[in-house]
């Protein structure tokens, strides 16, 4: 049977977005302590694939993937899912609400139900947890009286019992995951997909700007753009851009030729369907089509065919 990794410990979030990410097929799921550690398992082949955070709606992209994604050995992203990110809190059989004087959670968690807390459980004095999974962990040997965990949670600590299921300050919260493997060909195209790279450019008046503009000239949808240090000298930094299409699209191959040769370093992070669409037999939008005619007249150009 494969094994897949994902951002550990057991009952956290990615567990959960790992297990939607492997559904069709059947999979050994391993955490591990850490998205490197996780990555580097993909990487020396311990694992087939990993299951990792890479977005969050309230708190932003999650710096450790990001960093991971573009160091070492290439790995490539095939595919993507969405969670809602609402959160249970997890006490001892029999504990009310009076009675819990001490919370603990992940940082980014107390982060999201800071004002449920306040509102509900005003005298609880609040402990960070190295995730979630531990939090309750913690609560279940004593520890703290309350753990705010995610709904899986529930299910790994089976001695625990929910005081309130479904809590969050931004009801529209929301984290993407990635399920990423050593490079191969990517998902056949569905006309619902992102592809994401990570670029370097130089340090020059208009660089940034003339980057974009590969995706401008050729009608591709930028959806996420965020920099970080390249960590080998200051002011130096790696850009990571979602943008819709596949690589297998005429007019983004287009575009990733034009960045690798804009860029001093250009990282493909892979092409897959995107999770608020179901793949479908989309026809190719009007600037696809147009990329496609134009590819084929300097085809029959070269070939002489035509003049």
């Given at each position: 049977?494969?094994?897949?990794?994902?951002?550990?410990?057991?009952?956290?979030?990615?567990?959960?977005?790992?297990?939607?990410?492997?559904?069709?097929?059947?999979?050994?799921?391993?955490?591990?302590?850490?998205?490197?550690?996780?990555?580097?398992?993909?990487?020396?082949?311990?694992?087939?694939?990993?299951?990792?955070?890479?977005?969050?709606?309230?708190e932003g992209?999650?710096?450790?993937?990001?960093?991971?994604?573009?160091?070492?050995?290439?790995?490539?992203?095939?595919?993507?899912?969405?969670?809602?990110?609402?959160?249970?809190?997890?006490?001892?059989?029999?504990t009310?609400?009076?009675?819990?004087?001490?919370?603990?959670?992940?940082?980014?968690?107390?982060?999201?139900?800071?004002?449920?807390?306040?509102?509900?459980?005003?005298?609880?004095?609040?402990?960070?947890?190295?995730?979630?999974?531990?939090?309750?962990?913690?609560?279940?040997?004593?520890?703290?009286?309350?753990?705010?965990?995610?709904?899986?949670?529930?299910?790994?600590?089976?001695?625990?019992?929910?005081?309130?299921?479904?809590?969050?300050?931004?009801?529209?919260a929301?984290?993407?995951?990635?399920?990423?493997?050593?490079?191969?060909?990517?998902?056949?195209?569905?006309?619902?997909?992102r592809?994401?790279?990570?670029?370097?450019?130089?340090?020059?008046?208009?660089?940034?700007?003339?980057?974009?503009?590969?995706?401008?000239?050729?009608?591709?949808?930028?959806?996420?753009?965020?920099?970080?240090?390249?960590?080998?000298?200051?002011?130096?930094?790696?850009?990571f851009?979602?943008?819709?299409?596949?690589?297998?699209?005429?007019?983004?191959?287009?575009?990733?030729?034009?960045?690798?040769?804009?860029?001093?370093?250009?990282?493909?992070?892979?092409?897959?369907?995107?999770?608020?669409?179901?793949?479908?037999?989309?026809?190719?939008?009007a600037?696809?089509?147009?990329?496609?005619?134009?590819?084929?007249?300097?085809?029959?150009?070269?070939?002489?065919?035509?003049?």
């Amino acid at each position: 049977m494969p094994r897949i990794a994902y951002l550990g410990p057991s009952g956290t979030f990615t567990e959960q977005a790992t297990r939607a990410l492997t559904t069709d097929f059947d999979a050994e799921l391993v955490p591990y302590d850490g998205v490197r550690q996780a990555l580097a398992a993909v990487r020396s082949g311990e694992v087939v694939a990993a299951g990792v955070p890479v977005e969050n709606s309230v708190e932003g992209s999650v710096p450790a993937t990001m960093d991971a994604l573009a160091s070492d050995e290439p790995v490539v992203a095939v595919a993507e899912t969405v969670l809602p990110v609402v959160f249970d809190v997890l006490v001892r059989p029999g504990t009310r609400p009076e009675d819990v004087s001490t919370v603990a959670s992940h940082p980014h968690a107390i982060a999201q139900v800071r004002g449920w807390l306040e509102a509900n459980l005003p005298s609880a004095e609040v402990h960070f947890a190295g995730s979630t999974a531990a939090a309750a962990a913690a609560v279940r040997d004593g520890e703290y009286d309350a753990a705010v965990a995610a709904p899986i949670a529930v299910e790994r600590y089976a001695s625990l019992e929910r005081l309130s299921a479904g809590i969050a300050d931004v009801r529209d919260a929301f984290t993407r995951f990635l399920l990423v493997r050593r490079p191969s060909p990517p998902p056949e195209p569905t006309g619902a997909d992102r592809t994401s790279v990570a670029a370097v450019i130089s340090d020059e008046v208009g660089t940034l700007a003339l980057l974009l503009s590969e995706l401008t000239l050729r009608d591709i949808n930028l959806s996420r753009i965020e920099s970080r240090p390249t960590k080998d000298r200051l002011g130096e930094y790696r850009f990571f851009l979602d943008f819709d299409g596949h690589v297998a699209d005429s007019r983004v191959g287009d575009a990733l030729a034009a960045l690798r040769r804009r860029c001093s370093e250009v990282r493909f992070l892979g092409s897959y369907p995107k999770a608020d669409r179901a793949p479908s037999a989309i026809r190719p939008s009007a600037s696809e089509q147009a990329f496609r005619a134009s590819a084929r007249w300097l085809d029959d150009i070269r070939a002489g065919r035509i003049a």
